[in-house]
C-alpha cells in the first residue's frame, strides 16, 4: 500500500489550498479515506473522512471550511482547504482504512502565516 499525499504549502489566512493523495497497491473504492493533521507537540487528530460510499464527516474544526472529495477513477483522494486559519497549521496525513486494516502517507506540512 503506498499514499503518496501532495499540495501542501504556505497559505495565507483566508487563502485556499488543495490537497490531494494518490493510492495505489489497494483497491481503492473498498477504502474509506481520510485526512488527518498532527500540530507540533500535539496528537495527531483525524480532520474528514470519506467513506466507499461516499458519505463525509469532518470534525467540528473544519466543517464549512474544508471538503473532502474522491475520485475512485483515479484513485485519487482531496482535501480543499478553503479560509485556512493560524490553528489549521499542521502536517496533513492521507489515511485508508478497510476492516482492521490502516495505511498512512508520508505527510505533507501545510503552514498557515500571513
Known amino acids: 500500500v503506498q499514499l503518496q499525499a501532495s499540495g501542501g504549502g504556505s497559505v495565507q489566512p483566508g487563502g485556499s489550498l488543495r490537497l490531494s493523495c494518490a493510492a495505489s497497491?489497494?483497491?481503492?473504492?473498498?477504502?474509506?479515506m481520510g485526512w488527518y493533521r498532527q500540530a507540533p507537540g500535539k496528537q495527531r487528530d483525524v480532520v474528514t473522512i470519506?467513506?466507499?460510499?461516499?458519505?463525509?464527516n469532518y470534525a467540528d474544526s473544519v466543517k464549512g471550511r474544508f471538503t473532502i472529495s474522491r475520485d475512485n477513477a483515479k484513485n485519487m483522494v482531496y482535501l480543499q482547504m478553503n479560509s485556512p486559519k493560524f490553528e489549521d497549521t499542521a502536517v496533513y496525513y492521507c489515511n485508508s482504512q478497510w476492516g482492521v486494516r490502516s495505511s498512512w502517507g508520508q505527510g505533507t506540512q501545510v503552514t498557515v502565516s500571513s
Open positions: 470519506i467513506t466507499s460510499g461516499g458519505s463525509t
Open positions: 497497491g489497494i483497491i481503492f473504492r473498498l477504502h474509506d
